[in-house]
């Protein structure tokens, strides 16, 4: 199996919104998102892109292959995203061969096969319960 590497993708053809993800090459020009982009909403973790590169910058054409993870995303307050009960889903969605990440803190995005054992979402409505106001 290859390597995850970071190849930097633009998603805009004026080449404004450049990130660098990583990626598993499946095939020329075509690659596995192995993190989730922040400036495309409709690519998710698990998907198969085709790029386009030109002077070292590799341009969004298409995706070949959606993912087979559901994505859940909820933005928590500092108080929620430390807590143990937080914790608690993350290990469980792994356990359930999931995936999760935290970006910038507070941002929980979770990739879970969509017949997982685990309701992530009955989990995260009483986990927030908690922490509302």
């Known amino acids: 199996m290859p390597d995850t590497v970071g190849l930097h993708i633009c998603f805009d053809e004026s080449g404004r919104e450049i990130e660098v993800l990583d990626v598993t090459p499946v095939a020329h020009d075509k690659y596995r998102i192995e993190e989730t982009p922040i400036f495309n909403p409709g690519i998710a973790l698990g998907d198969i892109i085709r790029v386009k590169e030109k002077q070292g910058i590799s341009y969004y054409v298409e995706t070949v292959q959606k993912s ?40 929980l995005v979770i990739h879970i096969q969509k017949d997982a054992a685990v309701d992530v979402e009955a989990e995260m409505s009483r986990i927030l319960a908690k922490f509302e106001l």
Do not use: D
Request: aromatic share 16%; no cysteine.
């Open 68 to 107: 087979a993870y559901k994505r859940y995303a909820w933005l928590l307050s500092k108080e929620a995203a430390g807590s143990r009960e937080i914790s608690a889903l993350k290990q469980a969605v792994k356990e359930n061969g999931g995936r999760y990440e935290q970006i910038f803190g507070g941002f």
